[in-house]
């Protein structure tokens, strides 16, 4: 089953506890639902209710997983969360790399400062560029899931 969040509204002054958002569920290429989360610190709210039910039935075949050292078992907004913070990352990761070279460096994450794209595009065509920056990685230079994945790393270390 193929799960994905298209047309996610995401207000960041909003979110206090959680995330406040809304978007729409797909399935296998197909709008089956929406989620939405006030921001409040309450649970995702999915809609309707049978879609709801389906992503139960998914989660529970799924394994638990670790968030910060508990096992927990995997639940339909805990899915749908999950798909809004990768949602996330990949909007920030865009925007970063739209303006800035993003490398790592000894492990690290690391980024330029932010340039205009004429400026920007120049670097980005030296091949001698992860040598110039001491680099481990150029992100602007991977598949977008590969950096998207260090990317994650980095952020989260």
Not at 17 to 42: L, M, P, V
Not at 82 to 105: N, P
Request: hydrophobic share 40%; net charge neutral; charged share 25%.
């Amino acid at each position: 089953m193929k799960i994905e969040l298209k047309n996610v509204k995401h207000s960041e002054f909003a979110s206090h506890e959680t995330n406040c958002f809304e978007a729409a569920i797909y399935i296998d290429g197909k709008k089956a639902g929406t989620a939405e989360n006030s921001g409040q610190g309450g649970t995702t709210n999915i809609f309707p209710n049978t879609l709801y039910h389906t992503l139960k039935a998914y989660a529970d075949t799924l394994p638990p997983t670790m968030y910060h050292g508990m096992t927990l078992e995997q639940t339909p907004d805990g899915l749908i969360d999950d798909l809004l913070t990768e949602w996330l990352y990949a909007r920030d990761l865009k925007k970063a790399m739209a303006k800035r070279i993003v490398f790592t460096r000894k492990g690290k994450m690391m980024e330029t400062t932010s340039m205009p794209p004429d400026k920007l595009a120049p670097f980005l065509k030296n091949p001698s560029l992860a040598k110039i920056l001491n680099a481990d990685q150029v992100l602007n230079f991977l598949p977008f899931d590969a950096a998207l994945k260090l990317y994650r790393e980095g952020v989260q270390a």
